[in-house]
């Protein structure tokens, strides 16, 4: 019996109310709920083969015997711990030679975030790296062996997250621990989903096991649910309702193929909370990703709810410091501008995006449709709802 209280003492954290007497025959069966969940939804991951060109399937095992190890770590060795799966992970679902590479390539990039020189130098070496690492992957992919792997997987660790990383050590008063920062990067579901949630390090670094252990773990699990069942219906919507679009002749077809087409987003909601549900069953508890899309009253609202990560790390690394530099003249003036520069940004984010993962650089007139028109409306919407809100004042 004291063996079972210890086990428990461990899973629950040190502060945890499952210390209380009663309450850990409470905490083991529902921590064994979560297991039974998990073990089910690895099977029905492998029995439907969900996104078994990614490896989706394979990755589970690492999920599930990775979670009961560290769940029954001490806290302080969880996040050293979270690294050195990675790397396990990384010659599972790869082979040898490529997990070699990436990890090589990590080191790097990692390495030059970590000179002891200024953001602004290290920002610099950092962008001319990455130059030069997508000048070979775009004229010698053959010196990158399965470059077709390597590259994408390393591009979908730092594109993004290496600027909010180096905005954000600029205000940081005690730097975190280099597992921590090599777990921000690392973060092993990245190795097969590469189309990855830009998490944003201030709250990866915050939301660390800052609830009860057990909230998170189930929390973790709920979203990978969801993300199954989002990933089974987009399926679903593809197979049997999308029509060609060389075969559109009604405007009823065409109503329905922009509505199917607006349903497809279920698919990148399901790999995003199968990725963010994977860090919360690590102690990672991340916030919502989508906040019910196809409820939104409006444009502005689709942009609040949808992709949160991506909304957030816009404001902060591009709509912010452009703003307070034109709100000089004129908030609504300012405001305006700065939202369609945004959006013509995140137009070749995007495509910068698409290089990483694909090989090329796609400079479409839809794609620049879609986003300066998305964007103007946004920008109408947020003057409608500013002029309301000073009316009301």
């Not at 770590?73 to 396990?88: A, D, E, H, N, Q």
């Not at 975030?113 to 010698?140: D, E, K, M, T």
């Not at 102690?283 to 990703?289: E, K, Q, T």
């Not at 070749?348 to 698409?354: E, T």
């Amino acid at each position: 019996m004291n063996k079972v209280s210890s086990i428990i003492n461990q899973l629950s954290g040190k502060d945890s109310k499952y210390h209380l007497p009663g309450r850990q025959v409470a905490f083991g069966i529902k921590y064994l709920l979560i297991l039974v969940q998990l073990v089910v939804l690895s099977y029905l991951v492998n029995r439907y083969a969900v996104e078994s060109h990614l490896g989706l399937p394979t990755l589970f095992p690492v999920i599930l015997a990775g979670f009961i190890i560290h769940s029954l770590l001490p806290l302080k060795y969880r996040l050293s711990f979270f690294v050195l799966l990675g790397i396990g992970a990384a010659f599972w679902l790869l082979s040898w030679l490529p997990a070699l590479l990436i990890l090589a390539l990590v080191g790097v990039f990692f390495g030059i975030l970590q000179l002891p020189l200024s953001v602004q130098l290290r920002s610099i070496i950092l962008l001319g790296s990455g130059a030069v690492f997508a000048g070979i992957w775009v004229y010698y992919p053959e010196i990158i062996p399965e470059s077709y792997k390597v590259v994408p997987i390393v591009g979908s660790m730092f594109m993004f997250r290496a600027s909010i990383y180096l905005h954000e050590i600029r205000y940081e008063k005690t730097p975190a621990p280099i597992r921590q920062q090599l777990a921000y990067f690392f973060m092993f579901p990245n190795l097969i989903l590469t189309l990855f949630p830009v998490v944003d390090y201030k709250l990866f670094r915050k939301t660390y096991y800052d609830r009860e252990p057990l909230e998170i773990y189930q929390k973790g699990t709920r979203w990978l649910i969801r993300g199954f069942f989002h990933l089974m219906l987009y399926r679903i919507v593809y197979y049997y309702f999308q029509p060609n679009v060389l075969e559109l002749q009604s405007l009823g077809e065409i109503a329905t193929y922009f509505l199917t087409t607006y349903l497809l987003m279920v698919r990148l909601s399901g790999l995003f909370h199968t990725s963010a549900g994977v860090l919360c069953l690590f102690g990672f508890n991340l916030p919502a990703l989508f906040h019910n899309y196809y409820l939104a009253s409006g444009f502005s609202d689709v942009w609040r709810r949808i992709n949160t990560y991506w909304r957030d790390y816009v404001m902060k690394i591009l709509y912010y410091p452009i703003y307070f530099k034109l709100r000089k003249y004129g908030k609504q003036s300012g405001m305006v501008v700065t939202i369609l520069i945004v959006f013509v940004l995140s137009w070749l984010l995007h495509s910068y995006q698409w290089f990483w993962l694909k090989g090329n650089f796609p400079l479409r007139s839809v794609d620049a449709v879609f986003w300066i028109s998305w964007g103007i409306l946004v920008a109408i919407n947020s003057v409608i709802q500013q002029d309301a809100s000073a009316k009301k004042k």
